[in-house]
């Protein structure tokens, strides 16, 4: 089973990255343990990156190019690299989703049992996600997503969520003091759902709308999810949303329970 997950993360395009450096390094007369030591790294690490078991970040190819005197072959390998992967591995489920995510005027989020992408803490996701490549992919969607001129973000968050432990407990903590911190922002609407019954409201869902008012939302499902542009599905979901909102305690409210909970819970 581990060698089957390790051929899926080895992927062709870190192989030929890898042979790249496994060349350079040949042609300089280099050993893996010498390379290593010039660029402060351990000599497994080296053969990580030469085997394509690992994909390594540009400042280390900046290093890596130095030491072999490769004149800038490592870094355009690397930028290839980075050219070849730009399909960023999202779940099949979720992969017509992003784009409008990232392009959207107003998102509107259901959560019911972790909060949700858009706001977690790299603690708190990497306790969800295990992959490293699919953890960098998420962080760099919420940094392409909430960085200026960001959208409306309304969100209604079920109260068990704050109290479901996901990864340390200090993660935790930092998690919802970092859902304070959002919900302080001019742009973010956060409510707490309490555990009340909402007719309809059976899974997490995602709204997003453009600017010239188009739709598109991601439904949680038993198999992952599903992306809608159906307009009878839309209607549902914004009914539902508004039903949700109703019974959510109000913005001012919602702080003083993530607070009272974290000093209750998390401390």
Known sequence: MASTIENRRR????????????????????????LAALV????????????????????????????LKADGEVVAAW?????????VKYAAYFVNFPKVESTAKLIRV?????????????????????????????MNRQKQVM??????????LEESVLHR?????????????????????????????PTVYVEDARAAFTIATQADRSDAAYLVTGMGGMTS??????????ERF???????LNVRDTRALIRRVIEERWT
Request: hydrophobic share 40%; proline share 3%; aromatic share 6%.
């Open 147 to 156: 960085s200026a001129p960001a959208p409306k973000i309304f969100v209604v």
């Open 79 to 87: 930028n290839g690299l980075l050219e070849s992967i730009k399909s």
């Open 229 to 238: 542009a159906d307009p009878d599905d839309l209607a549902n979901l914004h």
């Open 11 to 34: 992927t062709p395009e870190l192989r030929t990255f890898g042979s790249v450096i496994r060349r350079l390094r040949e042609a300089a007369g280099l050993k893996q343990a010498e």
């Open 242 to 248: 508004a039903s949700l909102q109703a019974e959510a």
């Open 110 to 138: 259901y959560e019911t049992h972790v909060v949700n992408g858009l706001f977690q803490t790299e603690e708190y996701a990497s306790a969800i996600v295990m992959d490293p490549d699919i953890l960098n992919t998420r």
């Open 40 to 67: 402060n790294v351990s000599r497994a690490y080296i053969g990580h990156v030469e085997l394509g078991k690992t994909r390594c970040r540009l400042d280390f190819a900046k290093r890596l190019d130095g030491a």
């Open 165 to 193: 432990q996901v990864g340390a407990r200090d993660a935790m903590r930092r998690q919802l003091e970092y859902l304070l911190e959002l919900s302080e922002r001019s742009g973010v609407r956060l409510q707490v759902l």
